[in-house]
């Protein structure tokens, strides 16, 4: 029930993860967003594509991969300990990210919009 437990909840997570993707990262992406949104997005979602692949590509196929071997999901975590970097790097910028939120208003407002309806 436990490893059953971490797969959905890494597929939930998975899941609003790409729901960012495709509602803000794309979106920023488009030659139709301003300039101004486009030079800050990769201070904002610094990592995150790579936190997401990594979550889908590695961590969740090794989970249902040792669903039915629950007790070497401790020595997962250990072996994949350095691929955890991007979580670190990520949270290391969140006050980076949110201080361009902050002080521009036109880009929190963007990101407002697109939450509606981009």
Same mark, same amino acid.
């Given at each position: 029930?436990? @490893?059953?437990?971490?797969?959905? /909840?890494?597929?939930?997570?998975?899941?609003?993860?790409?729901?960012?993707?495709?509602?803000?990262?794309?979106?920023?992406?488009?030659? $139709? /967003?301003?300039?101004? $949104?486009?030079?800050?997005?990769?201070?904002? %979602?610094?990592?995150?594509?790579?936190?997401?692949?990594?979550?889908?590509?590695?961590?969740?196929?090794? %989970?249902?991969? =040792? !669903?039915?071997?629950? !007790?070497? $999901?401790? /020595?997962?975590?250990?072996?994949?300990?350095?691929? %955890?970097?991007?979580?670190?790097?990520?949270?290391?910028? =969140?006050?980076? !990210?949110? !201080?361009?939120?902050?002080?521009?208003?036109? @880009?929190?407002?963007?990101?407002? @919009?697109? %939450?509606?309806?981009?």
């Amino acid at each position: 029930m436990i @490893v059953r437990e971490l797969i959905e /909840t890494e597929e939930d997570l998975i899941r609003d993860m790409q729901f960012v993707v495709r509602t803000y990262i794309r979106q920023s992406d488009s030659s $139709i /967003t301003p300039k101004e $949104i486009r030079s800050v997005k990769d201070n904002i %979602f610094h990592c995150y594509k790579d936190i997401l692949e990594f979550h889908k590509d590695i961590l969740l196929k090794n %989970f249902q991969q =040792l !669903a039915k071997d629950p !007790a070497k $999901i401790g /020595t997962l975590f250990l072996r994949l300990k350095s691929d %955890f970097n991007n979580h670190s790097r990520y949270c290391q910028n =969140l006050p980076k !990210a949110l !201080a361009i939120l902050d002080e521009n208003s036109d @880009v929190a407002e963007y990101f407002n @919009v697109c %939450f509606f309806g981009c």
